[in-house]
């Protein structure tokens, strides 16, 4: 055997030696108490380590899914129920969410602590305010109503039957404050053929997205689940 090989040997005869020695003071039953307690304490503080990292994952995924993606909890435990449709509560370690399905209403999701309450009155909000808001707070606007349940009055500029959109919007004859409402209808709207253009109408939903405005483009939010009563 050459001397490499014979010092890669030694090597790893003393690292199994060293490895041995640590399982020997782990397990050897002539350990002071001092020496119990402290290996103890060690143990349950490596399981405790891990719960915390499992249970950290856990949250962060139902967080996500549910903020951002819109589905799930896939961690929390079913709790009430509501008749007003199928509305219902889950819970979490440390959160709450509401999984909102109304007949005719709020069919979101929302997260929060424990204390979250069911709430299903939409933020109103006329198109002229919301136009200029947009113009003066730009993006800020669209943070304040991420994610809310509004109803939105404004007046219909179109209707796609296929895509079961509809488009609302203020106008400014300057184009200065021109903002478009882009709502996709959920499926039970079946009567979008019977909308008329040009008329006031009146939109209940959750206000998902915000695209700036450009020189051709009005800023533009988008809102889902959509009920719409003209």
Known sequence: MSKKENDIVTKEEEIIDSYQEEEYEDFKI???????????????????????????????????AVARYNVGPFFAIPGAKYKDGGTREYYGL???????????????????????KYNTTPITIQDVDLAIETQEEGYATYEKYYKKFVRVISNLQKVEEKKKQITLGYVDEGGKYSIDIICNMVEEQDNLEELETGKEITIIGTLVEYKEGTKKKNPTYIIENCFAEQ
């Open 30 to 64: 002539d350990k002071t108490p001092k020496e119990r307690r402290f290996s103890l304490v060690k143990r349950l503080l490596n399981v405790l380590f891990i719960i915390l990292i499992i249970s950290f994952i856990l949250i962060a995924t139902d967080v996500i």
């Open 94 to 116: 440390g959160y709450k969410v509401i999984k909102y399905n109304q007949v005719q209403g709020r069919r979101d999701m929302e997260i929060g602590l424990w204390s979250l």
